[in-house]
């Protein structure tokens, strides 16, 4: 949520900032004549208020003078009236103000590259050797399915499309990689939590996905409840702390989580309907920080950076590029995303985004911390996937793969893999 206080100041920057988000100028004006109608029938509400207040004082006052107070019993009851009116309008307004506000994504920092689509990205380096074959490389679910590793048909047979088993080894290798990725995270310092897959409205709301998710049917919520399954382990790490003030000796937070992850995918009709890369469960390590503001671009270095060891752990070719302005998320402030090679492809791929989302989440959320002198400030929260663990199996098979047909184990890997150093065909 942005703060009205601050659009109120300078209409201006806001309408040239979330232009480049697609946002349109008459938007900002609209929610301030909103703000501004809001405002004003506080001031007339209060007004008749303290008018009741001394009317009430003078009816009292006749009352125990034994004299005849029905004229200020009329008053009081015509400013009762006129008291309902203006609450009644005023709770139009606010809701009408609080819906407007929800929609307008977060202001992009400065030196976030201005594009109304994805293309515009700036690369800021790149990692790794991408890897070369004296054969034709293939694709990861082609691989798996000849591996016996991977069962996309059955999976569409049990659940539909975009479902998959993981069998033998391919269990193992997920498995693998999701505790290596929790190991590394914790060694670095995040504290590990094993949250809620499911969260309430008022959750999802809190990290910017709804009312989004809502209108879009980006999510799975449970009929006859206000429960959603979570797309991210965001959504319930970010809302351990909702309504509550931190203690500023605590920040910054760092917490790192697996979750399974549950998205309907819409809008993604035929892209990417095969293999791990576009699924409608899926797992993910996420980390996520609670900082405080003049700490949180060292921090968004910090979780990027962390991302990216694990990558370079396992040898894993990549890219990091920063999204345009209408390609980052609508709660970021700026995002750094990882993308990793993909052979088959011939290209990278993301595997992970890394986001600022400055003290967006946390004003919806009302999350703050409390300084030295007493005074409240909203915190800042950052995320990022730490990583996607299906896409990094994805990535793993076509990058190490062989001629035969087996996989190759990453080194680091391979205490997890019980010592294994091939993926052979299963038995």
């Known amino acids: 949520m942005l703060d009205i206080k601050q659009i109120r100041k300078d209409p201006d920057f806001t309408k040239k900032k979330l232009a480049t988000r697609g946002i349109k100028p008459e938007t900002i004006d609209e929610l301030l004549d909103y703000d501004a109608k809001r405002r004003d029938l506080i001031v007339q509400s209060e007004s008749l208020k303290a008018t009741r207040n001394d009317v009430s004082e003078k009816i009292s006052q006749l009352k125990r003078n034994k004299a005849d107070a029905s004229d200020a019993i009329e008053q009081m009851k015509q400013t009762g009236q006129k008291i309902k009116a203006l609450d009644d309008q005023l709770r139009q307004i606010e809701e009408q103000e609080h819906d407007l506000a929800a929609h307008l994504p977060n202001i992009p920092a400065d030196g976030v590259p201005v594009s109304l689509t994805e293309e515009g990205a700036v690369e800021l380096r790149k990692v790794g050797q991408i890897p070369s074959f004296g054969f034709k490389p293939k694709h990861h679910w082609e691989i798996g399915e000849d591996l016996g590793i991977l069962d996309f048909e059955r999976a569409a047979k049990v659940s539909g499309s975009r479902f998959v088993y993981y069998i033998g080894d391919g269990a193992l290798l997920e498995r693998a990689v999701y505790n290596f990725y929790l190991d590394q995270n914790t060694a670095a310092g995040y504290q590990e939590v094993i949250p809620p897959y499911m969260v309430n409205d008022d959750s999802m709301y809190g990290t910017g996905q709804f009312p ?216």
């Not at 949180?296 to 302005?325: D, M, P, R």
């Open 212 to 427: 989004k998710f809502l209108e879009t049917k980006a999510g799975y919520e449970l009929a006859g409840t206000d429960l959603t399954m979570i797309p991210t382990a965001e959504v319930p790490l970010v809302n351990y702390y909702r309504n509550e003030v931190i203690p500023e000796e605590k920040l910054p937070v760092s917490f790192t989580a697996l979750s399974p992850a549950f998205r309907s995918e819409a809008g993604s009709a035929g892209r990417d309907t095969k293999g791990l890369i576009r699924l409608h469960q899926f797992n993910k390590v996420e980390m996520v920080k609670f900082t405080k503001p003049e700490d949180s671009w060292k921090a968004l270095e910090q979780i990027t950076h962390q991302a990216e060891e694990n990558l370079q752990k396992l040898g894993l070719a990549y890219h990091v590029i920063t999204l345009t302005t209408s390609d980052m998320s609508f709660t970021a402030a700026m995002t750094h995303d990882l993308e990793v090679w993909f052979p088959a492809q011939d290209k990278y791929r993301e595997i992970s985004s890394c986001s600022n989302t400055t003290d967006f989440q946390a004003r919806r959320s009302h999350i703050q911390y409390r300084d030295e002198d007493g005074k409240l400030h909203f915190v800042h929260t950052l995320n990022g996937s730490g990583l996607a663990v299906g896409r990094t199996v994805a990535a793993i098979l076509e990058n190490y793969q062989n001629e035969d047909g087996s996989v190759t184990i990453p080194e680091v890997l391979r205490p997890y893999m019980h010592g294994k150093t091939k993926i052979e065909k299963q038995k």
